[in-house]
């Protein structure tokens, strides 16, 4: 690198050096409320319905998809 491109470089980056860095103020706490058995069993269908119902139909209907030779 030439002197001229690392002064070209640092001139740059020097400002962006002192910037102060925002920080993000994150809290956690305890929940208010356990979640119950109905609403575990409720999102783990859900689940169940959004990711591995697509797959299993698509694996089911393989078949159909190959293209005939």
Do not use: Q
């Not at 979640?35 to 319905?49: S, Y």
């Amino acid at each position: 690198m030439s002197v001229l491109t690392s002064l070209l470089l640092r001139g740059l980056t020097g400002s962006a050096r002192r910037l102060p860095v925002p920080r993000a103020k994150i809290h956690s706490m305890p929940p208010e409320e356990e979640l119950g058995i109905m609403e575990k069993a409720i999102a783990l269908t859900a689940c169940f319905v959004t990711f591995l119902l697509p797959a299993g139909w698509i694996l089911s209907h393989l078949e159909d998809y190959k293209r005939p030779e």
